[in-house]
């Protein structure tokens, strides 16, 4: 599912242009330095027809990654999302996958950002869930999830993501589905795009937000819907062994959405998604799909 299908259009630095011409230079600084930020949003398709799911809460983490590489994006939110919207109509797209990218561009090639460009691109296409619809097994990766004494560990920033492909492909080299990622403290930290959750004894557990993993928009989701489902929740630090002896795992991401995992390494969690988990997994799909009323100041209608 992770092939990309070109849509008619991208938008680049302000103008509607042909995907196939939507170029930058090889000598792009952030080509050579991983200086980007991005985001990663999805479209879905509703009764009252296309719309964005919290679109204003991804611009948001956008500029906050911006920030955090001292970025100055040269187009304002609004204009973001009008283009993003504008973009869906051009490209006919009723449901897929939104991405906004800044970097820095072609003009210096040092390590010093001064004076370098900054060019910001939207590109949107048809993609399905990320890693499927399968139930997920997890390996315990030897890579730890960056220190966040040696970067701004939480912003959504290009060259972070090494580490993720680094997990990734380590996992998946040895038969498993995805990766789990440890804090420089041996405890559970997220995949190498997703937010974890475990369910023990009735209580949905999640490690915090402490500078260390990314503030995933669909984690705030599901901390949003479980309180009002009346779910008992604890924002606390999982040990690895904890992990392996939870009643119910699922990971969550835009991308990703809501999957669950039924083993880690090689402990088993279930043979199947627990009652938690898809009850969580198909509020989500509703909340999404505009279906429940009280969620859809989360949705931006196209």
């Given at each position: 599912?992770?092939?990309?299908?070109?849509?008619?259009?991208?938008?680049?630095?302000?103008?509607?242009?042909?995907?196939?011409?939507?170029?930058?230079?090889?000598?792009s600084h952030a080509l050579h330095y991983g200086s980007s930020v991005f985001e990663g949003i999805r479209l879905y398709a509703t009764q009252k027809g296309p719309a964005v799911f919290?679109?204003?809460?991804?611009?948001?983490?956008?500029?906050?990654?911006?920030?955090?590489?001292g970025m100055k994006i040269p187009f304002i939110r609004s204009a973001l999302k009008a283009a993003v919207l504008e973009l869906i109509k051009k490209n006919k797209l009723?449901?897929?996958?939104?991405?906004?990218?800044?970097?820095?561009?072609?003009?210096?090639?040092?390590l010093r950002l001064t004076d370098a460009?900054?060019?910001v691109a939207i590109a949107t296409w048809p993609w399905g869930k990320y890693l499927g619809e399968k139930a997920l097994r997890l390996k315990t990766s030897s890579f730890i999830r960056i220190h966040p004494?040696?970067?701004?560990?939480?912003?959504?920033?290009?060259?972070?993501?090494?580490?993720?492909?680094?997990?990734?492909?380590e996992a998946h080299a040895a038969g498993f589905d995805e990766a789990l990622l440890l804090d420089f403290k041996g405890r559970v930290a997220e995949g190498p795009g997703q937010n974890i959750f475990m369910v023990k004894k009735g209580i949905l557990?999640?490690?915090?937000?402490?500078?260390?993993?990314?503030?995933?928009?669909?984690r705030a989701s599901l901390l949003t819907i479980a309180r009002d489902q009346g779910l008992k929740i604890a924002e606390r630090h999982i040990t690895p062994g904890e992990l392996r002896r939870a009643d119910e795992v699922f990971i969550c991401g835009t991308a990703t959405e809501v999957t669950e995992v039924t083993a880690i390494d090689?402990?088993?969690?279930?043979?199947?998604?627990?009652?938690?988990?898809?009850?969580?997994?198909?509020?989500?799909?509703?909340?999404?799909?505009?279906?429940?009323?009280?969620?859809?100041?989360?949705?931006?209608?196209?």
């Open positions: 599912m992770s092939l990309i299908t070109a849509t008619k259009y991208i938008w680049l630095d302000g103008k509607f242009v042909p995907w196939r011409e939507a170029k930058i230079h090889v000598v919290r679109l204003a809460d991804h611009l948001e983490r956008f500029f906050i990654s911006a920030r955090a590489l009723s449901e897929g996958y939104i991405r906004p990218l800044a970097f820095f561009g072609y003009g210096v090639m040092t460009p900054v060019n004494q040696s970067t701004i560990a939480d912003a959504k920033i290009g060259g972070h993501y090494v580490n993720s492909i680094l997990a990734g492909e557990v999640t490690p915090p937000l402490e500078g260390q993993i990314l503030p995933g928009i669909t090689r402990t088993v969690i279930g043979k199947r998604i627990g009652p938690i988990t898809k009850q969580l997994k198909e509020a989500y799909r509703r909340v999404v799909r505009g279906l429940e009323p009280r969620y859809r100041k989360w949705l931006t209608y196209v």
